[in-house]
């Protein structure tokens, strides 16, 4: 009787510690739909909104036939006058809907919810500390989004934010027990880009290896100070499967800033069977971009950043010759979706790109 009493309490045991298991979804899994923080102008003004709107209603246009949109607006001066606009252009509204938060800027796969799944395949999410990259710019009104939307949908909520700073951008998944990462946007203590004060490799690891539901992480240096963020890997890897990944060729690599010890840790990087990831290469943008209203910038553009919805892929396009190249070679990793090129040039002078502005709510049940 005492054997079965302890078989039955370890068994006990490891089912409810089964229950603490979460996975994070592969992006081109099935969405119930993409969040949005729409520009507004009462952070960096008038002339920013204008310049950069137009990318989220093309995003909302390719978005709406296939999944949800959840558009979030500043307040509801706003969600009017955005309603306004996306029917002055045409958007079909049926599979559109607002929430009405403050917000400090776009940035909404850094900030917002990152939903996971548990062991019985209902939704919840992961609320994750935000610092506004390091305390560069404000952060308070973005960091409460989470929360906002949790408690709108009535869905389970982890409130991670006094445990680790974790920014979407900066991780990549291949959905099956491998995460990606740059030390210098997670784990780097340089002035000006702490995202976790004295927090060690290891820790950072056991963080993902919960909360994604990952057995392995795969870390590069990165670069911290080269832009905003200290270097996210989704601007130059993605994973389309769990054999294979997206990204460029060396030399567009380097002068994106990588180092070559970072270009072969990716290149020689393999998955949770130890099997090198299989490489699709995309070109960077022929040129450097020019904004459309005419500003020259001194950066090429990268189709990495990339976002994978229901039924369309939204890549980032630039007026450039190599926007032909990219979209084609997406497209052929997708068959099953159409890609659409999305003018990213306002959008890119301020450090972004289609995945930076974009998060996914996986389809299913919520966690209550």
């Given amino acids: 009787m005492k054997k079965l009493f302890t078989l039955t309490f370890v068994l006990s045991f490891i089912l409810s510690m089964a229950q603490t298991d979460y996975h994070f979804p592969e992006e081109s899994s099935r969405h119930e739909g993409t969040w949005l923080q729409w520009p507004h102008h009462y952070q960096h003004g008038m002339t920013y909104r204008k310049r950069v709107e137009q990318t989220w209603v093309d995003m909302t246009k390719a978005l709406q036939s296939g999944e949800k949109v959840h558009i979030i607006a500043y307040n509801d001066e706003e969600k009017n006058r955005i309603i306004r606009l996306l029917e002055e252009n045409k958007v079909p509204m049926k599979n559109v809907d607002f929430k009405v938060y403050p917000t400090d800027d776009v940035w909404i796969r850094d900030n917002g ?15 994750w500390g935000f610092n506004g990259w390091g305390e560069k710019f404000d952060f308070e009104n973005c960091d409460e989004i989470p929360q906002k939307i949790g408690a709108d949908l009535g869905v389970k909520v982890i409130n991670l934010n006094e445990e680790m700073v974790n920014e979407g951008g900066s991780v990549e998944t291949d959905g099956n027990g491998v995460l990606m990462a740059c030390k210098s946007s997670v ?9 976790n004060k004295d927090i060690t490799q290891k820790e950072a690891e056991e963080m993902f290896e919960t909360y994604y539901g990952v057995s392995k992480v795969i870390w590069l240096e990165g670069v911290t100070g080269l832009d905003v963020t200290d270097m996210h890997i989704d601007g130059f890897m993605k994973f389309i499967n769990h054999n294979t990944m997206l990204t460029m060729k060396d ?28 490489k699709v290469y995309v070109p960077a943008t022929k040129n450097k971009v020019k904004t459309a209203y005419g500003k020259q910038l001194e950066e090429k553009g990268s189709y990495v950043n990339y976002y994978v919805a229901n039924t369309v892929v939204l890549v980032p396009n630039y007026g450039d010759p190599s926007d032909k190249i990219a979209n084609k070679i997406i497209q052929d990793q997708y068959p099953d979706r159409k890609v659409i090129g ?27």
């Fill in 251 to 278: 030399d567009d690599l380097l002068e994106l800033g990588l180092s070559e010890k970072d270009v072969n840790t990716l290149y020689t990087a393999t998955n949770v069977n130890g099997k090198e990831y299989k």
């Fill in 113 to 127: 919810p990152i939903f996971v799944k548990d062991n019985k395949g209902n939704v919840l999410i992961e609320d």
């Fill in 187 to 195: 784990i780097s203590q340089k002035k000006g880009a702490v995202r």
């Fill in 342 to 368: 999305i003018d990213v040039r306002n959008l890119y002078e301020n450090g972004g790109m289609v995945h930076c502005v974009t998060q996914q709510q996986p389809a299913g049940n919520l966690a209550r």
